[in-house]
């Protein structure tokens, strides 16, 4: 069976330093992968997504940026975080294609301090 | 006008209670709707997929309404557990979803 692996659970961060955010997905192959942010109390804000190694397509301009080396690896990166940035991350994947449905991995909860 | 719209609750049933909550969408060549569930501070989990003929799932019942453009999750016999926030999800033909914003569920004793 598939599963998706997200972490840290939890990260607490200063203003201005760096962020990386793993995501790995196991069981399958050349999934869609997705980084989506859901501020307290708010919807879900798609970040980024991905339908193939080196693929990424950005939804939302800002100092976010997401890579995808491998072809079940996500990662979501900052050179320096903003106040702005916290919220809780998500990732998710659904197998290949159009209009699959998606599974989301644990999140990890950011704040910046 | 929003892609897909819901109304954000609370519902507060009680127990054994019938709740149905409605969702409806803005594109009309949508193909592929979905419930999640959401916890408190957890990820959303797949509840249903909405066939167009409608589908049921133990207690939860999902349908379809594509004149209207409408889908809806109904819930028999409440129980404390099915308290949550209910996120429909509308895709069309892309590799984005649009999710909705979510009902919130209290189910009380």
């Known amino acids: 069976s598939q599963t998706i692996h997200q972490w840290p659970a939890t990260l607490v961060q200063p203003v201005g330093s760096p962020l990386s955010l793993e995501c790995t997905v196991e069981?399958?192959?050349?999934?869609?992968l997705y980084w989506y942010r859901q501020a307290a109390g708010r919807g879900l804000q798609l970040l980024f997504y991905?339908?193939?190694?080196?693929?990424i397509s950005s939804e939302v301009p800002q100092n976010l940026s997401a890579s995808r080396p491998q072809d079940r690896q996500f990662i979501l990166s900052s050179k320096k975080l903003l106040l702005s940035d916290s919220g809780f991350y998500l990732c998710?994947?659904?197998?290949?294609?159009?209009?699959?449905?998606?599974?989301f991995g644990d999140g990890t909860r950011l704040s910046i301090l | 006008r929003k892609e897909v719209e819901q109304d954000p609750g609370p519902f507060n049933v009680p127990e054994g209670a019938t709740v149905a909550f409605n969702c409806t969408y803005s594109?009309?060549?949508?193909?592929?709707f979905f419930w999640y569930r959401q916890d408190c501070r957890k990820e959303p989990k797949l509840l249903m997929s909405?066939?167009?003929s409608g589908n049921e799932d133990g207690r939860f019942t999902a349908q379809l309404n594509r004149a209207s453009q409408y889908i809806s999750l109904l819930i028999r016999d409440s129980k404390l557990s099915d308290s949550a926030t209910y996120l429909c999800?509308?895709?069309?033909?892309?590799?984005?979803?649009?999710f909705g914003r979510g009902t919130s569920l209290i189910v009380h004793p």
């Open positions: 069981g399958t192959s050349n999934p869609n």
């Open positions: 998710a994947w659904s197998v290949t294609g159009f209009d699959q449905p998606q599974h």
């Open positions: 594109n009309s060549a949508s193909q592929s």
């Open positions: 991905s339908v193939g190694i080196g693929q």
């Open positions: 999800v509308v895709e069309g033909g892309s590799y984005i979803p649009t």
């Open positions: 909405v066939y167009s």
